[in-house]
């Protein structure tokens, strides 16, 4: 069964950086797609970032395009979205998720397979 385990959630101050961990256990994929999103009170579930293990490539949604960045470690089964600049409107609950099918990247919930539980990403002065 496949797990995937957030961490690194917190509250920090504006223009502040903020790194989040996704591990994953019983992932056996070789193809997938990792993404990262987020949900804010009353909002819908955002599509934030999103890897392609095919040949690396990620995508950003537009809010957070230049002050994201997602990366793998594939070793580790781990992956991570570092958060630059922060803005008080990127806090939410941030949740990794990962499809094997399709394992292209997509910004559509549906898609995804497995969720992580989320953690929490409050930016406050």
């Known amino acids: 069964q496949v797990q995937l385990v957030e961490s690194g959630g917190g509250l920090v101050q504006p223009g502040e950086s903020l790194t989040l961990s996704c591990a994953a256990s019983?992932?056996?994929?070789?193809?997938?797609?990792i993404g990262w999103f987020r949900q804010a009170p009353g909002k819908e579930r955002e599509g934030v970032s999103c890897?392609?293990?095919?040949?690396?490539?990620?995508y950003y949604g537009e809010s957070v395009k230049g002050r994201f960045t997602v990366s793998r470690d594939h070793a580790k089964k781990t992956w991570y979205l570092q958060m630059k600049s922060l803005k008080p409107d990127d806090t939410a609950i941030y949740y990794c998720?990962?499809?094997?099918?399709?394992?292209?990247?997509?910004?559509?919930?549906?898609?995804?397979?497995?969720w992580g539980q989320g953690t929490q990403v409050t930016v406050s002065s």
């Open positions: 998720a990962t499809t094997y099918s399709p394992y292209t990247c997509t910004f559509a919930t549906f898609d995804y397979d497995y």
């Open positions: 019983g992932f056996t994929f070789d193809y997938y797609a």
């Open positions: 890897l392609q293990s095919t040949d690396g490539s990620t």
